[in-house]
């Protein structure tokens, strides 16, 4: 093609033409770039999401890797129900330093959780800095099928891969005087635009009694469905805690820490008569805005009849008798 300017009609354009047309070109052109970033933007915020993006944009080059999967643990093999399809578990998280709203997916692109420590400190006699590289390593890694039951009454069946949070606490070797265990998320707006709100308690945090915390359902969670954890379910280590409403189960921990004090946790400083410290799943006690009763699973929406200590009676309840 030829260059414009060497065009025969241009010499025959006036010039008052010629402004006026390019003009009206670049109105044009700004208005179709408008257009096209309103497309854009709709589509970054409205788009479906097919199996394979959400799946692929929350991983993370997360070491570990031959470690993975797991061996099955065999008393944690299976649950009361089927596991919950993986794509419909990573489509509808919360993780509230990213988005208010379950499609955190769409957010997670700027989430760096390499390289990434994580630290035992507190009234502990060994306190100790693992970097995540060491932490997928320190201890033998297993899988766990666990309930999972959000606060909000929503449910589903994961495998998780990880090591009891027991272990970790007590190669720390607890002091006499610790009495609880505080998890701290990490603090990140740049990377988390939902931390650019300072009026809200961040970092995440959340506790446990010592006694809790040493249960054997505790879990520390490197991986999820056989590969290491995606970024919206909490990358690169999260705690799970089955037997309590979702909240508890920190996400992206970043610091484990030995108190002598209940620790104050970011959704009971929010809004204390509707998220208890305690916090264990039991259908009897509405929250102040839904009945408990009931739970809906992810992927199926099947509805179920929601379990005292979700289930986990057998393991737990000895730690609430009174
Ligand atoms: N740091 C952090 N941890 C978090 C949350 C969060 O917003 N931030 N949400 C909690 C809630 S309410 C639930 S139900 C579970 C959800 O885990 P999932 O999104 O991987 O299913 O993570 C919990 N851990
Ligand atoms: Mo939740």
Known sequence: MSHPSSLPERELTPEKAVLSRRRWLKGTAIGALAVGAG??????????????????????????KG????????????VDRSLTNEAE???YTNFYEFSWSKDVWRSIGPFQPLPWKVEVAGLVAKP????????VRAFPLEERVYRHRCVEAWAMAVPWTGFPLADLLKSAEPLPA?????????????????????????????GLTLAEATNELAFIATGMYGHPLLKQH??????????????????????VELTDKQPATFWNTISPHEYDFEANVNPDVPHPRWSQEHERMLGTDAIRPSLLYN??????SHLYRT
């Open 178 to 206: 610790a009495k609880y265990v505080r998890f701290v998320s990490f603090d990140n707006p740049r990377q988390a635009s939902g931390q650019n709100n300072r009026s809200q308690p961040w970092p995440y945090t959340e």
């Open 311 to 316: 289930g986990y009676g057998e393991w737990v």
């Open 234 to 255: 909490g990358a690169p280590v999260r705690l799970v805690v089955p037997w309590k409403y979702g909240f508890k189960s920190a996400k992206s921990i970043v610091r």
């Open 67 to 78: 470690l993975y999967p797991a061996a099955r643990n065999s008393r944690f093999a299976e």
């Open 89 to 91: 578990a990573a489509r």
């Open 128 to 135: 100790r800095t693992y970097d995540i590289d060491d932490l």
């Open 39 to 64: 497309l854009a933007g709709w589509w970054h915020w409205f788009r479906p999401g097919s199996d394979r993006e959400v799946l692929g944009g929350g991983q993370a080059d997360l070491p570990g």
